[in-house]
């Protein structure tokens, strides 16, 4: 917590004796300005994304899961089970004053040698808490996830939240899909995704 400032105003009292006994007074205010704390940490698959089995070429035509879409491990944010089988998370940090939202943006995936692009609009998300219908084919309901989802898109989506009002040291889950358009000329594409934890203004 930071404290600002606080500014204390001088409070004049008058006492008067005699027959008048007239007080008067003079009321000051305290002002305080406390900024809230805010933190989240990634997991450490969320840092770089690959599409596809590990180290397997893609076809044309395609969609592919992100590589660890659905493990489903019984690591410290795995716990084996279908509501939460994703590598790919984002936790607030215990020690936030207010909840936070979490928004996603991308940016087109460029070919390592050469000019050709796979737009970033080929790519799509969701996550525990934007989507809950969980309708891909093949998958328990409880994992709560769809395809194709929301595209990424160049600014952050506030319109579609990763997360929203995620309270303190709890733990949201996504999920990353890539069509591979036909015309796709071969080659390794790079890019990038951003996400943000912003106050909600909401306390914790």
Same mark, same amino acid.
């Given at each position: 917590?930071?404290l ?16 008048t006994?007239?007080? +008067? ?36 035509? +395609? ?32 020690t936030?004053?207010?909840?936070v ?22 790519? +799509? ?29 160049y ?33 390794l ?16």
């Amino acid at each position: 917590m930071f404290l600002g400032y606080a500014v204390f105003s001088v409070v004049h009292e008058y006492l008067y004796s005699g027959s008048t006994g007239l007080v +008067t007074s003079n009321v000051g205010n305290f002002t305080a300005n406390v900024a809230s704390t805010i933190a989240c940490t990634w997991s450490n698959f969320a840092v770089n994304i690959t599409f596809g089995a590990p180290g397997a070429s893609l076809t044309q035509g +395609t969609s592919y899961n992100a590589s660890q879409n659905y493990n489903y491990s019984n690591g410290p944010l795995g716990n084996g089970s279908a509501v939460n089988g994703s590598l790919y998370n984002v936790t607030a940090a215990s020690t936030n004053t207010v909840r936070v939202n979490i928004t996603v943006k991308g940016e087109d995936l460029y070919e390592s040698v050469g000019l050709n692009v796979l737009r970033i609009t080929n790519v +799509t998300w969701g996550s525990n808490v934007t989507f809950a219908n969980g309708t891909y084919p093949g998958v328990t309901t409880a994992d709560n996830m769809t395809y194709p989802g929301l595209p990424l898109n160049y600014t952050f989506d506030n319109m579609h939240k990763v997360a929203s009002l995620l309270t303190v040291g709890s733990t949201a889950w996504y999920r990353f899909w890539l069509n591979v358009t036909n015309t796709l000329p071969a080659g390794l594409y790079i890019g990038n995704y951003t996400m943000q934890c912003t106050d909600s203004g909401t306390p914790a």
